[in-house]
């Protein structure tokens, strides 16, 4: 895509959430399926922060994971290009002001962040960062804002999702291929505004960031676990979904499961 092109993405992404700013929480809040992969990632996170660490939330929405940390003593810069989305995190942040601060910078301008740290830890969940085809630069701007052994997690949207190609078996093809061929981007459409999404396997971010950082882990989220698009499945099949929820607890990090999920989590340690 040519920057224009680019810009005018991140635009269109940034109109989408903004749109869907006002009902986001009511949307996704009661979704057992979101709600376990939440408690996933911060589980994640949580054994890599310090002790009233400093944390950099890119694509941080509502503030979902931004006041959680916040309760936990954590310090969060918490930044998104949505004006929405911030003026709702704003709203639900007010109890944790000394906590919690708020920026509106793109994660594709990260060198035009006013507050620059160092932090402890970069943080991004639920794909935020597949909204751009520049993740390289996005990427590239972490190492000069993290203190020395600094950390970074990120949950990324992958290339091939195990649940999702099933689908196909339903007559749902347009969704199961959805993700087959996207090099260039797919499109995506929130509350009637469209944008590109783009995929990526974990070896991109881990070639692009090698000479800067190690890899401290992978694990696979909802892999054998239902996307939480598959409304109802949780409430459905309860006793199925707690088998493949103990099932992925314990697979999670080991192959082929880590690299099949709807995401992954990666996290790394700046050398």
């Known amino acids: ?25 009511e949307i996704y809040s009661g979704n057992t ?6 408690a996933r990632v911060r589980e994640h996170v949580l054994q890599y922060l310090k002790p009233a660490g400093s944390i950099l939330e890119l694509n941080s929405g509502t503030g979902e994971d931004t006041l959680f940390f916040a309760q936990q003593g954590y310090h969060v810069h918490a930044t998104d290009i949505s004006t929405g989305m911030q003026h709702e995190l704003r709203q639900k942040a007010m109890p944790y002001k000394d906590n919690v601060s708020t920026e509106i910078c793109s994660f594709t301008q990260l060198d035009q962040l006013k507050q620059r740290g160092p932090y402890d830890h970069i943080f991004s969940n639920f794909g935020g960062l597949n909204c751009t085809g520049e993740l390289e630069k996005v990427l590239l701007a ?3 804002l993290l203190k020395p052994g600094g950390k970074v997690t990120l949950v ?24 087959f061929f996207s090099n260039k981007g797919r499109s995506a459409h929130i509350e009637g505004a469209y944008f590109k999404c783009f995929y990526y396997k974990p070896s991109f971010i881990i070639n692009t960031l090698q000479n800067s950082f190690k890899v401290l882990g992978v694990e696979g989220l909802c892999t054998i676990v239902p996307p939480s698009y598959i ?13 493949f929820r103990n099932k992925e607890d314990r697979l999670k990090s ?18």
Not at 13 to 24: C, I, K, N, P, Y
Not at 158 to 171: D, I
Not at 262 to 269: A, G, K, M, Q, W
Request: aromatic fraction near 20%; hydrophobic fraction near 40%.
């Open 1 to 25: 895509m040519s920057e224009i092109s680019l810009a005018n993405n991140e635009a269109n992404a940034s109109d989408a959430f903004t749109r869907q700013s006002a009902v986001f929480d």
């Open 33 to 38: 399926i979101i709600n376990y992969k939440r």
């Open 142 to 144: 972490f190492d000069s």
């Open 156 to 179: 990324i949207i992958s290339p091939f999702c195990l649940w999702e190609t099933l689908l196909v078996f339903k007559g749902r093809f347009k969704t199961a291929f959805r993700r």
């Open 231 to 243: 409304e109802g499945f949780a409430e459905k099949h309860p006793k199925a979904y707690d088998f």
């Open 254 to 271: 080991t192959w082929p499961w880590k690299y099949i999920g709807d995401y992954f989590i990666i996290s790394l340690e700046k050398k």
